[in-house]
Antibody, heavy 125, light 107 residues
Framework: EVQLVESGGGLVQPGRSLRLSCAAS????????MHWVRQAPGKGLEWVSG????????GYADSVRGRFTISRDNAQNSLYLQMNSLRAEDTAFYYC??????????????????WGQGILVSVSS | EIVLTQSPATLSLSPGERATLSCRAS??????LAWYQQKPGQAPRLLIY???TRATGIPARFSGSGSGTDFTLTISSLEPEDYGLYYC?????????FGQGTKLELK
């Protein structure tokens, strides 16, 4: 059974940093790209960042580029999101998401096939 | 950037009724559309990909259709567990995009 478990969320002041982690199990982690998708409370889904299977390519939404950094450790079956210079508008549930393919930016019938339960990041003074 | 517009925003139906949810893309995305279901307090769950292929474990009452710019998710006979939010999603053209969601509620 595929499991994705996020950790590291919480309340943080504007301008500060936070690091999210995601522990993956139940599948061959190294074979798949991974993503972070967020959802502000009561709002829709927004893709945040993605990383290919070997960390060879990464991508970010315009709203977070230059502030967030995605990374992965294939030996530890883990995904990370370093979030710097946090803003109030970054407040959301952050989901760790598995790609059904190896490259985060593949287009076509690629999709997000498994999601973690999500973790809340709240940015407020 | 592709914009996905879902309609209606809210759909009120009774158990046993047929639900029809729509998703329209701002330009052609061939058949590269997925549908997700989200229940309160839960993560989204993949229902349909490639416009019409059911994901593993998804009941046959869920079906998807469409290509180009117009897509439909149909639930043939609503079960109590089907109520929630439904999102369409495209990865035909980068960056990936989601629709704003349709809330399927109990009438």
């Amino acid at each position: 059974e595929v499991q994705l478990v996020e950790s590291g969320g919480g309340l943080v002041q504007p301008g500060r940093s936070l690091r999210l982690s995601c522990a993956a199990s139940g599948y061959t982690f190294i074979h798949h790209a991974m993503h972070w998708v967020r959802q502000a409370p009561g709002k829709g889904l927004e893709w945040v960042s993605g990383i290919s299977w070997n960390s060879g390519s990464k991508g970010y939404a315009d709203s977070v580029r230059g502030r967030f950094t995605i990374s992965r450790d294939n030996a530890q079956n883990s995904l990370y999101l370093q979030m710097n210079s946090l803003r109030a508008e970054d407040t959301a549930f952050y989901y760790c998401v598995k790609d059904n393919g190896p490259y985060y930016d593949s287009t076509g019938d690629w999709h997000f096939d498994y999601w973690g339960q999500g973790i809340l990041v709240s940015v407020s003074s | 950037e592709i914009v996905l517009t879902q309609s209606p925003a809210t759909l009120s139906l009774s158990p046993g009724e047929r639900a029809t949810l729509s998703c329209r893309a701002s330009q052609s995305i061939a058949s590269h559309l997925a549908w997700y279901q989200q229940k309160p307090g839960q993560a989204p769950r993949l229902l349909i990909y490639a416009a019409s292929t059911r994901a593993t474990g998804i009941p046959a009452r869920f079906s998807g259709s469409g290509s180009g710019t117009d897509f439909t998710l149909t639930i043939s006979s609503l079960e109590p567990e089907d109520y929630g939010l439904y999102y369409c999603h495209q990865r035909s053209i980068w960056p990936p995009a989601f629709g704003q969601g349709t809330k399927l509620e109990l009438k």
